[in-house]
């Protein structure tokens, strides 16, 4: 493979000062036309099969992954390989063979791919929002969403890459020339969420290749489609074979093969506590043959909560907590599953809570409804037994119940439960549904006692109109995205670099400044001037 010009030559590439994609505006009616004429030409296409991909070749096994529509779970999205440790060394292999030129291509042209990739996906923008509405049961503004940060984090990354290929050391020393180099690290394991399939999926993947890196990446199994149509669409933009392997997988077989490879240089993951703990403690055991430390880059989830305090705007606070908790179902690592309330407003907060909640229509995604289903059975069940326990732990004011339909969705009613204690279970374990616990608090000290109270980190809000309380909270409220009277989801990229304290991860700030550090390792150089280098010494005749 050529190591110069694979997309455009590094000297023209030109763009303009980051800002984020702008949301579509789904009342306009041609915005509207256009995403249900895309929902009709994806729908069209739903079932295909797809194919892993390893060092730029198809390959299939016996052994499928079946994604489904969770909304309509007889709805085949798409059919998949199936990965197995068999796969992993061959996976490795190929990655390793692409690393070997692709981490000495220009990051100007590295960059390129990146901005191509992001002006193909603005261009098919609708026909991606229809993939999430029918994989994952995103409704249309939260599609939106999804596709608009994964544009961003293209178009951020790109010129973050481009900006540390520029980095000067502090000083120039004197009699010295010093440069500071930000190299690839190798071959890495991206394992990406169900729940931001694009976004996640994508920036992650992106950010190792960007620095030089190749990647081996293992979708989600609740959303290997739209992987795939990524996977597919930057071979397209002109991906070289090996840069990226597609690899879906279920169960641990595959995932654990790949992150315990001695070649595996650094593992980013999004998921759950449990998983991440053990992709962690499984790096940290060295190989035979491994002569580096593993990376990993671990966003594993939280318990988030916002403060809802006396002196608040009560008509902010009420909206803030529906949008985060209830948005996209609950199944955010960013979503308001606590509620702090303090105790002079604390009935009034759940009435008017109550009556915006009651507002929330539920439906299938395709047809635009607030709230759609859960991801899956699995989901579903879980959900339920949470809702169960929290039966027994507070009061339930709305919801509590399964929602019975005609295509046996995994639909489940948005629930509020009152009167929770801040040591119950509903008060401290991730649910990932559509569940708000709210719990009393008497006084801004207790208030942020409870905020603190759980083992995740991630992010949190207060409504109040004292500064005196929003500076306590910057300083005490400990978690990675902390948001003062606004609600505690919806990061965007360059402005709230995201990733948590404690057991939510390693603070690894996805959409942040720092984040290329961590798919990369510093080189100092240093060149004694006015040393004239020895020429090579010339060939000899007989």
Known sequence: ?????????????????????????????????????????????????????IGGKRL???????????????????????????????????????????????????????FKAADMIRERKFEFCAWLTYEVGKNWAEADADVGETIDFLEFYGREALRLDRAETPIQFPGERNQLRYIPLGVGAVIPPWNFPFAIMAGMTVAAIVCGNTVILKP?????TIAARFFNLMQEAGLPDGVVNFCPGEGPDFGAAVVAHPQTRFVAFTGSKAVGLEIHEQAAKTKPGQ???????????????????????????????????????????SACSRVIVDA????????????????????????????????????????????????????????????????NGYYIAPTVIADVAPAARIAQEEIFGPVLAVIKSKGFDEALKIANNTE????????????????????????????????????????????????????????GPDYLLLFTQAKSVAEKVGVAAEAEDEPMGI
Not at 23 to 47: C, I, K, P
Not at 78 to 98: D, F, P, S
Not at 467 to 475: G, P, S, V
């Open 1 to 53: 493979m050529a190591t110069a010009n694979l997309f455009s030559p590094p000297d023209t590439i030109v763009r303009a000062p980051f800002v984020n994609e702008a949301f579509v505006d789904f009342s306009n009616g041609d915005n509207r036309r256009a995403m249900e004429a895309a929902l009709t030409e994806v729908r069209n296409q739903l079932g295909l099969e797809y194919g892993m991909v």
């Open 60 to 114: 299939r096994t016996e052994e499928k992954i079946i994604s489904k529509n969770p909304a309509r779970p007889d709805q085949v999205v798409g059919v998949h390989q199936r990965a197995g440790v068999e796969h992993a060394a061959v996976a490795m292999e190929a990655a390793q063979k692409a690393f070997a030129s692709w981490s000495r291509v220009p990051v100007q042209e590295r960059a390129a791919l990146l």
């Open 220 to 224: 989600s199994v609740d959303a290997s």
């Open 291 to 333: 002569i580096f430390i593993k990376r990993t880059i671990l966003e594993m989830g939280g318990k988030d909560s916002i403060l809802v305090e006396s002196d608040c705007d009560l008509d902010a606070a009420v909206e803030g907590v529906a949008a985060s908790a209830f948005g996209f179902n609950g199944q955010k690592c």
């Open 344 to 407: 002079s407003i604390y009935d009034s907060f759940c009435d008017r809570l109550v009556e915006r909640v009651r507002k929330i229509k539920v439906g299938d995604p395709v047809e635009n409804f607030a709230a759609g289903p859960v991801i899956s059975e699995k989901a579903y069940r879980r959900v339920l037994e949470y809702i169960e326990i929290g039966k027994g732990e507070g009061r339930v004011l709305i919801g509590g119940e399964a929602m019975e339909t005609e295509s």
């Open 456 to 511: 995740y980190g991630l992010t949190g809000a207060i409504y109040s109109k004292s500064r005196t309380k929003l500076e306590r909270a910057r300083e005490e409220f400990h978690v990675g995205n902390l948001y003062l009277n606004r609600k505690c989801t919806g990061a965007m990229v360059g402005a709230h670099p995201f990733g948590g304290f404690n057991m939510s991860g390693t603070d690894s700030k996805a959409g």
